[in-house]
Nanobody, 123 residues
Framework: QVQLVESGGGLVQAGGSLRLSCAAS????????MGWYRQAPGKQRELVAT???????NYSDSVKGRFTISRDNAKNTVYLQMNSLKPEDTAVYYC?????????????????WGQGTLLTVSS
């Protein structure tokens, strides 16, 4: 089995900063892209940022210049540093990974999601 476990959400005032972490565990052979998505109340889930295995990053326009995604391949962990937070950033943040799972007996390509962590930004 493969799991993504997020941490770091919470309550923060507008203008503040917070860092989310997401660690992947299990019989992981390799991880391709990792990313963060969010879903605000009453809205669809949307892309926040992604990062490839080589470190190429992509951001939504709404967070560009304020959020930074990074990853530690040795730890199978992805981070999201969030600065200059706004009330509209309030959402459940989900980690995602595209990875190869398995061992010498066979491999599967999986699209895995974490359980989500809530960020609330107060005005």
């Amino acid at each position: 089995q493969v799991q993504l476990v997020e941490s770091g959400g919470g309550l923060v005032q507008a203008g503040g900063s917070l860092r989310l972490s997401c660690a992947a565990s299990g019989s992981i052979f390799s991880i391709n892209a990792m990313g963060w998505y969010r879903q605000a109340p009453g809205k669809q889930r949307e892309l926040v940022a992604t990062i490839s295995s080589g470190g190429d990053t992509n951001y939504s326009d709404s967070v560009k210049g304020r959020f930074t995604i990074s990853r530690d391949n040795a730890k199978n962990t992805v981070y999201l540093q969030m600065n200059s937070l706004k009330p509209e950033d309030t959402a459940v943040y989900y980690c995602n990974a595209l990875l190869w799972y398995g061992s010498g007996g066979g491999y599967r390509y999986l699209d895995v999601w974490g359980q989500g962590t809530l960020l609330t930004v107060s005005s």
